[in-house]
């Protein structure tokens, strides 16, 4: 799936489950009972109306944690760490979408085949196909929190600041010829690539629901400065994290 039909359809996944819990919410005398207490001391009702409220933004209780997983570019699993309302810094190691960079792996090819190893310099090479057999990213951000509970009770804005790190191994299958009259012959190299750079964060993220749970949607800027300056890469994903 292409990458913008994917945040599209997981933006409407995440305004649809935003609208359900918006709609289940609990009033009382027309105000919400949200985040009365923290989870671990629920807000007390009898019968349909006994509920749990995810406590994540609320002020006194500062501060908390969630873990959890992030499905997308990368998937990983997600640590965040809230230290006020308004700050908090978040943590996720995983695996890159490596089909997503086909294209980019296979431009990569004539920067990383050794034409020296070739005993002539009319030898022709092309690429013939490639196979990524890891692509690890993790990555660390800084955040700035913006309540807008007005909109929705439980949901939060956030902006932020970050550094990513990427080590990818890769495979190249490739044909040859040393001289015209050849016919073509296979080769293989492997080749691992660190990069790592800077990268902006946008993200919403809501917690209005029976159990400690809170559900993002980010999309991260990312620069690389160390394998191919000047490269520039839209990433992010959606996730779920459960906040203690």
């Known amino acids: 799936m292409p990458l913008r039909k994917f945040f599209i359809l ?7 489950v935003i609208t359900h819990a918006q709609k289940a919410r609990i009033y009382n005398g027309g105000k919400s009972m949200y985040t009365r207490e923290r989870y671990n001391s629920p807000a007390k009702f009898k019968g349909a109306k006994a509920k749990t409220v995810c406590p994540i933004f609320e002020t006194s209780k500062y501060p908390y944690q969630g873990f959890g997983i992030k499905l997308g570019d990368p998937f990983a699993l997600t640590y965040k760490y809230y230290f006020s309302k308004r700050f908090s810094a978040a943590a996720d190691v995983g695996k890159a979408s490596s089909g997503l960079y086909n294209r980019y792996f296979q431009e990569k090819f004539e920067d990383y085949v050794v034409r020296d190893t070739f005993k002539t310099s009319d030898a022709t090479i092309e ?4 196979k990524v057999l890891s692509d690890i990213i993790a990555e660390v951000k800084i955040l700035y929190n913006f ?22 191994k890769l495979q190249y299958d490739y044909t040859y010829k040393e001289s015209p009259a050849q016919t073509d012959k296979f080769g293989r190299f492997n080749r691992t690539r660190f990069t790592m750079g800077p990268q902006a964060v946008v993200g919403i993220e809501y917690a209005h629901f029976k159990i400690p749970i809170s559900a993002f949607m980010e999309l991260e800027y990312f620069s690389d400065i160390l394998a191919d ?14 906040i203690f």
């Open 10 to 16: 997981a933006a409407f996944c995440l305004l649809s």
């Open 127 to 130: 690429y013939y196909t490639h």
């Open 147 to 168: 309540d807008v509970t007005r909109i929705s009770p439980g949901l939060q804005f956030y902006i932020g600041l970050g550094w990513e790190w990427k080590n990818t």
């Open 229 to 242: 300056p000047g490269w520039n890469r839209v990433e992010g994903g959606v996730g779920l994290r459960y």
